[in-house]
Nanobody, 129 residues
Framework: QVNLVESGGGLVQPGASLRLSCAAS????????MAWFRQAPGKEREVVGA??????????YYKDSVKGRFTVSRDNGWNSGALQMNRLTPEDTAVYYC????????????????????WGQGTQVTVSS
């Protein structure tokens, strides 16, 4: 069973930047979509951003509230990925999860946790002064 291993969470002040990383436990693993979800206390898990193969390149999706601040990326082998978060606010405080799928969900399903069969253990991001 392939696991996704996350790193990079922590406590930062508002306005700061943080970079989360995600890597598959097996080097031969290659996904079609890599995504980042987050879950704040008392709230449902929500997608933050996703990157998927598209033709010979890729396409990205972002939650409206993070557009222009967060960037999802992946390596050429679609084996690992990262979430660069800039201008963080207290509303970004949550446990962040890396997710991946070898499937090919349509764009509207990229926001659904059920589209992903591989998950990381989660890493806490706290934005507070």
């Amino acid at each position: 069973q392939v696991n996704l291993v996350e790193s990079g969470g922590g406590l930062v002040q508002p306005g700061a930047s943080l970079r989360l990383s995600c890597a598959a436990s097996e080097r031969t693993f290659s996904s079609n979509v890599m995504a980042w979800f987050r879950q704040a206390p008392g709230k449902e898990r929500e997608v933050v951003g996703a990157v998927r193969r598209s033709g010979g390149g890729f396409m990205t999706y972002y939650k409206d509230s993070v557009k222009g601040r967060f960037t999802v990326s992946r390596d050429n082998g679609w084996n690992s990925g990262a979430l660069q978060m800039n201008r963080l606010t207290p509303e970004d405080t949550a446990v962040y999860y890396c997710a991946a799928t070898k499937g090919s969900p349509i764009s509207s399903l990229l926001r659904s946790a059920s589209a992903y069969e591989y998950w990381g253990q989660g890493t806490q991001v706290t934005v507070s002064s």
